[in-house]
């Protein structure tokens, strides 16, 4: 019993720290809801090309949804079926990309799978970096330590460092590849 009291505190010391932050990026992400702005409404691939593009607000829409995004996977990371969440991850990834492809190559015919995948360079390969990492801090995690919040700490900054390269790094390298079409 005193095994049981010991393991409720300590995920009762985490899930107040974790929604606390989920909450504070939701409000945020509500208040620069007019910044925000995603890709198409900022003009989209004509605004890339013709470099009329709101790379700020962009940065904005893709950093508070990838860090609130990434507080819901270690949210639910806590709970009982954390394993089940975790293994999801990587097929909602790739679920993701597939119908991204699909689109492009709807859109685009074969020249979109190079489109796709300029789209998700160099952003893309720390993402899937971050989120295997995760899935590896998560995986058997029974205690919260000092340990643990250092690396979320670190891989909510690599997440940063992401977004940075999403928003400025990669329409960039779009704008290249469109000049191809």
């Not at 909450?23 to 925000?36: E, Q």
């Not at 190559?105 to 295997?132: D, N, Q, S, T």
């Not at 000092?146 to 891989?155: E, G, N, T």
Request: proline residues 2%; hydrophobic residues 60%; glycine residues 10%.
């Amino acid at each position: 019993m005193a095994q049981m009291s010991k393991s409720n505190g300590e995920r009762g010391y985490l899930s107040p720290f974790l929604w606390i932050f989920l909450f504070v990026g939701i409000v945020l992400s509500a208040l620069v809801g007019d910044l925000g702005e995603s890709l198409l409404q900022s003009g989209g691939i004509a605004g890339i090309t013709t470099g009329v593009f709101n790379k700020k607000g962009f940065f904005l829409h893709v950093l508070f949804s990838r860090l609130t995004y990434m507080t819901a996977v270690i949210l639910l990371s806590t709970t009982s079926l954390r394993r089940l969440f975790l293994i999801l991850q990587p097929a909602l990834l790739s679920l993701g990309m597939g119908v991204w492809m699909g689109a492009a190559i709807g859109e685009f015919g074969i020249k979109g799978i190079l489109l796709v995948l300029a789209g998700l360079f160099p952003h893309m390969l720390l993402y899937i970096f971050i989120l295997r990492f995760l899935i590896i801090v998560l995986w058997d995690r029974t205690h919260y330590d000092k340990q643990f919040f250092i690396a979320i700490f670190v891989l909510f900054f690599m997440a940063i460092i992401g977004c940075l390269l999403e928003s400025y790094v990669n329409p960039l390298i779009v704008a290249k590849i469109l000049k191809i079409f």
